[in-house]
T-cell receptor
Framework: GAGVSQSPSNKVTEKGKDVELRCDPISGHTALYWYRQSLGQGLEFLIYFQGNSAPDKSGLPSDRFSAERTGGSVSTLTIQRTQQEDSAVYLC???????????FGPGTRLLVL | GIQVEQSPPDLILQEGANSTLRCNFSDSVNNLQWFHQNPWGQLINLFYIPSGTKQNGRLSATTVATERYSLLYISSSQTTDSGVYFCAVEGGGSNYKLTFGKGTLLTVNP
């Protein structure tokens, strides 16, 4: 079946603009995660959604970052007033119930000029 | 939080050679996964292995949870094995978020 998909694949934006990144998890997976991969910080957790529970936002680096998950499926990560240090690859993953194998999408490469 | 250390950081092999990659972690874990990140950046699942031994073709992995380490074995390496190998764990009080090591960059030369 289809894996995790993300869009756009690449995004170039100017400092100060807002961006939205989209993730479609594997069908039937109730858990969804966002991670970020940057040269300086490696791979780091951002946010976790599980079913209808309140998300764990403990990894979000600032209040400019927010995420939502509509209908228990598609998720959108929004970065407001982007800064150059936001440049990174944003990865989405999903798993069946939250304590099993996490499957990753191809990522969105964000470059803030 | 939980700490994850991978070694070696870099490894260069000739095609056909075998290798062992190591992952040490600082606390008990609920989940441990090995990933291969290909040159296009895609993270490919290799193993879900919080304990025990698993094999998949030329790859195998062993996790000794009581001693807080995991090993990834690559036999008869091929150029397509090149890339970064990550170990990631769920633990230290978290039931879901993965903490990643810094990875091992493997280069397999023809």
């Amino acid at each position: 079946g289809a894996g995790v998909s993300q869009s756009p694949s690449n995004k170039v934006t100017e400092k100060g603009k807002d961006v939205e990144l989209r993730c479609d998890p594997i069908s039937g997976h109730t858990a969804l995660y966002w991670y970020r991969q940057s040269l300086g910080q490696g791979l780091e957790f951002l946010i976790y959604f599980q079913g209808n529970s309140a998300p764990d936002k403990s990894g979000l680096p600032s209040d400019r970052f927010s995420a939502e998950r509509t209908g228990g499926s598609v998720s959108t990560l929004t970065i407001q007033r982007t800064q150059q240090e936001d440049s990174a690859v944003y990865l989405c993953a999903s798993s069946l119930r939250g304590q099993e194998t996490q499957y990753f999408g191809p990522g969105t490469r964000l470059l803030v000029l | 939080g939980i700490q994850v250390e991978q070694s070696p950081p870099d490894l260069i092999l000739q095609e056909g050679a075998n290798s062992t990659l190591r992952c040490n972690f600082s606390d008990s874990v609920n989940n441990l996964q090995w990933f291969h990140q290909n040159p296009w950046g895609q993270l490919i699942n290799l193993f879900y292995i919080p304990s025990g031994t698993k094999q998949n073709g030329r790859l195998s992995a062993t996790t000794v949870a009581t001693e807080r380490y995991s090993l990834l074995y690559i036999s008869s390496s091929q150029t397509t094995d090149s890339g970064v190998y990550f170990c990631a764990v769920e633990g230290g009080g978290s039931n879901y978020k993965l903490t990643f090591g810094k990875g091992t960059l493997l280069t397999v030369n023809p």
